[in-house]
């Protein structure tokens, strides 16, 4: 007799619903290190909408602000 088989389906982590920077009425800004770090991976990259739960419009100046502190050595490149 043949087994079934089984269908294993990835599960995705339920980002947050609602925008941090929307809700705090803020923008990101390079100087806030604390929060920019939040959304940095311990690989040093930029985390994705999908897993941050932030707008569009946020996440591409979240990007353009990490960016920018990388090239003022605030943010390495590159974690070894």
């Known amino acids: 007799m043949a087994k079934a088989k089984q ?3 990835k599960v ?3 980002a947050p ?3 941090y920077f929307c809700t705090e009425k803020k923008d990101p ?5 604390a929060i920019i770090g939040r959304y940095v991976t311990e690989r040093g990259k930029i985390v994705p909408r999908s897993r941050s739960g932030i707008c569009s ?7 353009r ?3 920018y ?3 003022l ?5 590159i974690i070894r």
């Open 69 to 71: 502190a990388r090239h």
């Open 57 to 63: 419009k946020h996440q591409k100046s979240l990007a």
């Open 7 to 9: 269908i294993r389906r």
């Open 73 to 77: 050595a605030l943010l390495p490149f």
């Open 17 to 19: 619903k609602d925008c």
């Open 65 to 67: 602000n990490v960016k």
């Open 12 to 14: 995705k982590s339920s």
């Open 29 to 33: 800004s390079f100087h806030d290190m």
